[in-house]
């Protein structure tokens, strides 16, 4: 009787199969376009590292974590495939500024939340060894949050804009317009992070802003979010 050659040899194409003893003849019955579908499914993403929490890669589904091609050895910090596509070109602006002298983060949040869900972040962050920029230190009172945005990303690496109830309130306000946020995000360099509030809220003020995929804290704490930012940042 013929053995399959698929445990040594694999059948990722129609003339693999083509060539085993026992499968010939049948398998474009069974599989029909198994070969394009083989290619999809063994490409490896180049954003993710070797390492998978539970050894899974899939790119979907809530339970997925993989670890990130920035993730320091030893690193305990898991991404969902999702999180690892938005920050990877993030990640890629942070990589072209090694040389330069600027701060890490650039903290743009509503001025009610300053001391409340911005100064928890600024203060985890700033435990980790990120170099912050943030109002409260570096923003006068008065000045508009598109020009504060403008000034602090020109001297951070990145920015984060901490979306919540009041920043959803506030941006109309500040007139910023999505051809305003256009031109920041395309500079891949801003990170939203949601608190309490959502997504969909946000889109119903900032399409622009909504579109780009960041941290969300109704999926994992403050301080896990400020472990992600923290090794994202860090050279």
Known sequence: MARCTAPKEGHRSA?????????RGSWGRRYGGYSSYSSRSYSSPSYYSSESSGGSRSSSGSGSRVRARWSRPGSTVMYTPTEVREL??????????????????????????RQGAAKQLHDLLEA????????????????????AIDRGLANSRIGIVLVTPALLRRLPKEG???????????????????????????????????????????EESMAEVAAKLAELVAL
């Open 15 to 23: 003339s693999a199969a083509a060539a085993c003893p026992a499968c």
């Open 128 to 147: 980790r060894g990120v170099k912050v920029w943030f109002s409260e230190k570096d923003v006068g009172l008065g000045v508009p949050l598109l020009r």
């Open 176 to 218: 910023i317009a999505d051809k305003e946020l256009s031109v920041l995000l395309a500079g891949a360099r801003l990170v939203p992070v949601v608190h309490q509030t959502t997504y969909e809220a946000l889109r119903d003020v900032s399409p622009m802003l909504a579109s780009r995929t960041g941290l969300d804290t109704a």
């Open 88 to 113: 990877t070109p993030v990640r890629e602006a942070v990589e072209k500024q090694a040389t330069l002298d600027l701060r890490d983060v650039f903290l743009c949040h509503a001025w009610d939340d």
